[in-house]
């Protein structure tokens, strides 16, 4: 049967326009999808550049001004991949042209916009979600499937850190073309709503609502001007379960490039992952016999585990990029049956309050509560 036609355009064209348009490429040839996606349009402020890019990629037409796109009758889907400061202004114009909308991470650069950009997706009643794409490493899905199943009982205990050293240096240029992350006029904030944005996102999917945080914040750099962005962050939490947490992220951990960990302690049973080895999971359950009782290294690649049926034989990894696959089939097989695919824009205003609760937390020296 002849599937339905799905037009997409992406506005941005940098390291996630790329991991966007891979996916968008890709969910058809290992999914079956009710959808066939075509990619009609690509922007970008550049016209030399978007137009190197979108024939590489494969769109249809180069644009300069994001409005062209949200204008046209033959785009259904917009998808956000600039930065920060972009989001609110393109969803909601999007949304409000009827547009599907997928907006990357974080959803705003605050809680107020990323509220503004949820009122507008759900009263044009479009579907949208957010590129959380740890969500869709198979062992965290895994670990996701564990505790659905009531596997670990009660939980006591949370943690998750996200370490990366790459702005170690005083006279790095705060925003620019490759650096916008550390403006924060653009950004929002620094390795709160970059990185720890990630790790709360998905402890949120897997534990649950946090209720509050106490968090302190430090900017390591700004001798030649001052520092607006965090360039480390702490916090502590405890979720509405009980459970409590410790949350850590900076990019002044020296040797870590992208070191994304969690673990999760509950009544009968543990978990760990590690990004750097994103195909594992480390699990332990108190109920095995006593004798073999011990951390088990689960290699995440059978045909049982999620989502690696649609890959290769037992034994053979998949990597970053297939996170951004899943993601599109999902959304693609949510879209099909009238459902929403997880994280909508709802969702990630959850984390974004979190993270706007964890700024103010480290500013006033106080417990913040999530409302």
């Known amino acids: 049967m002849a599937k339905k036609t799905l037009n997409v355009a992406l506005v941005g064209y940098g390291f996630m326009g790329r991991a966007h348009s891979n996916a968008f ?60 400061d972009t989001h609110a202004e393109i969803a909601i114009a999007a949304a ?10 974080p959803l705003g650069r605050n809680a107020s916009e990323a509220e503004a950009m949820t009122e507008a997706v759900e009263a044009a009643k479009v579907p949208n979600m957010v590129w959380y794409n740890y969500r869709r490493v198979p062992a965290v899905m895994l670990i996701k499937h564990l505790l659905d199943s009531g596997r670990f009982g009660k939980i006591f205990h949370y943690r998750a850190k996200f370490l990366q050293d790459w702005t170690i240096s005083a006279a790095l240029p705060q925003g620019g073309e490759g650096l916008w992350r550390l403006d924060v006029s653009i950004a929002g904030s620094g390795v709160t709503g970059d990185l720890l944005a990630h790790a709360i996102d998905t402890a949120l999917w897997l534990n649950g609502p946090i209720a509050e945080v106490s968090a302190m914040t430090h900017n390591l750099t700004g001798q030649v001007e001052p520092v607006g962005i965090d360039d480390a962050s702490a916090f502590l939490a405890r979720f509405r379960n009980g459970s409590l947490a410790t949350f850590e992220a900076t990019r002044y951990a020296r040797g870590h490039k992208a070191l994304y960990t969690l673990e999760i302690n509950g009544e009968h049973a543990s ?101």
Not at 62 to 83: N, Y
Not at 96 to 105: I, N, S, T, Y
Request: hydrophobic share 40%; glycine share 8%.
């Open 25 to 84: 490429l890709q969910a058809g040839r290992f999914f079956d999808l009710p959808y066939q996606i075509v990619l009609q349009g690509a922007c970008a402020r550049k016209k030399d550049r978007i137009e190197v890019f979108a024939a590489n990629w494969g769109y249809a037409s180069a644009e300069t001004d994001w409005r062209r796109l949200v204008d046209r009758k033959d785009i259904d889907l917009i998808d956000i991949a600039s930065p920060n």
């Open 96 to 105: 409000q042209a009827g547009k599907m909308v997928l907006c990357e991470k």
């Open 271 to 371: 978990a760990a992952w590690d990004l750097h080895d994103l195909h594992r999971i480390q699990f332990f359950d108190h109920r095995d016999e006593g004798g073999l009782r011990g951390w088990r290294n689960i290699h995440v690649t059978d045909g049982e585990h999620p989502y690696m049926k649609h890959w290769w034989v037992p034994g053979l990894q998949i990597g970053y990029e297939h996170t951004f696959t899943h993601q599109v089939a999902d959304f693609l097989d949510a879209l099909g049956q009238g459902n929403a695919a997880a994280p909508t824009f709802r969702d990630a205003l959850e984390t974004d309050r979190v993270t706007d609760a964890v700024l103010a937390s480290a500013k006033n020296h106080s417990w913040e509560k999530i409302r």
